[in-house]
Nanobody, 121 residues
Framework: QVQLVESGGGSVQPGGSLRLSCAAS????????MDWYRQAPGKEREFVAA???????TYADSVKGRFTISIDNAKNTVYLQMNRLKPEDTAVYYC???????????????WGQGTQVTVSS
């Protein structure tokens, strides 16, 4: 199995910063990309940012210029540096990985359990 464990969530005032981490572990043959999604109360889960194993990045328009995604391929870990946080960034943030497990030749989407980010004064 492949497990994703997020950390780094918490509460911060508007304008503050947080750094999320997500470590993938288990029987992993290859990780093609890792990403972050978020879900606010009463809303659909939405895309935040993604990065491939070749460091190609994509961001949602709402976070461009404020959030930075990075990956440590050796540690199978993805990070999300969030700066200039706004109240509308409040959500549960989920880490995802597009990975091939050792027991298969197919690629699957895996998800973490989520970490809460609250931006409030």
């Amino acid at each position: 199995q492949v497990q994703l464990v997020e950390s780094g969530g918490g509460s911060v005032q508007p304008g503050g910063s947080l750094r999320l981490s997500c470590a993938a572990s288990g029987s992993i043959s290859r990780i093609d990309a890792m990403d972050w999604y978020r879900q606010a109360p009463g809303k659909e889960r939405e895309f935040v940012a993604a990065i491939t194993n070749r460091d190609s990045t994509t961001y949602a328009d709402s976070v461009k210029g404020r959030f930075t995604i990075s990956i440590d391929n050796a540690k199978n870990t993805v990070y999300l540096q969030m700066n200039r946080l706004k109240p509308e960034d409040t959500a549960v943030y989920y880490c995802g990985a597009v990975a091939t497990p050792e027991w298969s030749s197919l690629t699957y989407q895996y998800w973490g359990q989520g970490t809460q980010v609250t931006v409030s004064s």
